[in-house]
């Protein structure tokens, strides 16, 4: 799923009070991966007389390479006809998907944006261990209850989101900043689909825009910016709490499962569905869950 938010709250200074607005349409290409359903399980709340956890490590088939920054210089000639004055202004960047190879290629804001841009996509440690996995529990239909607290930011800075990737439940409001003295058109979408719910612009350092829409239903939100190709975010939404996103060395776990045998999905930004495995969880124990994933492909 993507970011929607016809309520959504127009832009103002951190801190402030936000103020209702609207937002527009948009259509953005390149998504960075296919669609991916995190299902509806009719989740229930239920009094838990024994629990287990499900632990692991998610690894990346093959290593991940660094981004790679192509020169202004080398860039000249494809952005002569823009004029000389607009050139000398931006910045060649060339950003990667997550699994090392180049994508986009834009040219934008270098005094913001800085000389290089990373595009920040998680990587693999050396060991294979994949960091901003999204993790989660495909069948759990009762449990442990939501979390209390249910307000999440997203924040925009030298022309990249943060956090990249995040989880949350169904009714978490997301505060979007703006730390940016530039101007950012932030496009939420559906993954893998050309549906655009809201688009959130930003003009201005200190600026926020607060939404109570961008967690109404379960899925996945891409977040775009209209101007600067390479940044983007996910956030995924689930009507469940047995989910995780994995550490920098790409480690995980789930903890208050009832007993039982369960579907472990994961995904990471450029896969095009999500990988499945069988995990075990006894009462006192825990499952363990290593799973190694392809990107790309």
Request: hydrophobic residues 40%.
């Amino acid at each position: 799923m993507v970011v929607g938010c016809s309520k959504d709250s127009a832009s103002t200074a951190k801190g402030a009070k936000v103020r209702a607005a609207g937002g527009g349409a948009s259509r953005i290409d390149d998504s960075a991966g296919g669609s991916v359903d995190l299902g509806n399980t009719s989740y229930t709340v239920a009094p838990l007389s024994a629990i287990g956890a499900v632990s692991g490590t998610i690894r990346l088939a093959g290593a991940a390479t660094g981004d790679s920054t192509q020169s202004a210089k080398g860039v000249a000639k494809q952005v002569a006809n823009q004029g000389a004055k607009r050139a000398a202004n931006q910045v060649a960047i060339r950003v990667s998907d997550g699994a090392g190879a180049p994508t986009a290629l834009g040219v934008k804001d270098q005094a913001v944006c800085g000389a290089s841009a990373s595009s920040t996509a998680p990587t693999a440690t050396k060991t294979g261990g994949l960091s901003s996995a999204i993790v989660w529990i495909a069948n759990v239909k009762s449990g442990k209850p939501l979390p209390a607290d249910r307000r999440d930011d997203l924040s925009s800075e030298k022309c990249l989101l943060d956090p990249r990737v995040q989880a949350a439940v169904i009714g978490t409001t997301f505060n979007v900043f703006n730390d940016d003295k530039l101007l950012h058109r932030l496009v939420f979408l559906r993954l893998g689909t050309h549906d655009t719910l809201t688009v959130m612009p930003f003009f201005n350092s200190g600026q926020v825009v607060a939404s109570e829409r961008l967690a109404k239903t379960s899925g996945i939100v891409e977040v775009r910016c209209a101007q600067h190709p390479w940044t983007r975010a996910y956030i995924a939404v689930f009507d469940h709490p047995y989910y995780a996103v994995t550490e920098d060395d790409g480690t995980f776990k789930i903890d208050s499962l009832p007993p039982g045998t369960y579907k472990l999905m994961v995904w990471h930004e450029g896969m095009a569905a999500a990988v499945e495995q069988q995990v075990q969880v006894a009462a006192g124990g825990v499952g363990k869950a290593d799973v190694v994933v392809k990107i790309g492909e």
